[in-house]
């Protein structure tokens, strides 16, 4: 395993985790869907449920941001890394 795949995988793993916790962290749009029956049908989320628009609109973008750097991140683990790796193969 080369050493850029181990990175690449570490990025990944600490980027699917962030993600995760920020959409914990987002409030509910409604009560109809899988997560109130999981989390119980309140509408609080990790915040109180009066706080301002502004922090759920930065926690989306922020949420698709790393969504889009994630997907690049294994674009790039699964084809420009094994190329490298063909490459320094045939060098050596």
């Not at 980027?15 to 989390?39: F, H, P, R, V, Y």
């Not at 449920?49 to 502004?54: A, D, I, K, L």
């Not at 949420?63 to 683990?77: A, D, E, R």
Request: hydrophobic share 50%.
């Amino acid at each position: 395993m080369a050493i850029y795949e181990i990175i690449c995988g570490a990025a990944v793993l600490l980027l699917c985790l962030l993600i995760i916790i920020l959409c914990l962290m987002q409030d509910q749009k409604s009560e109809q869907n899988m997560t109130s029956a999981l989390g119980g049908g309140s509408n609080d989320s990790f915040y109180a449920q009066n706080e301002g628009n502004t922090r759920d609109a930065a926690l989306q973008k922020l949420t698709k941001i790393l969504g889009i750097i994630t997907f690049v991140i294994l674009i790039v683990m699964n084809i420009v890394v094994p190329i490298i790796t063909t490459l320094n193969a045939s060098g050596e």
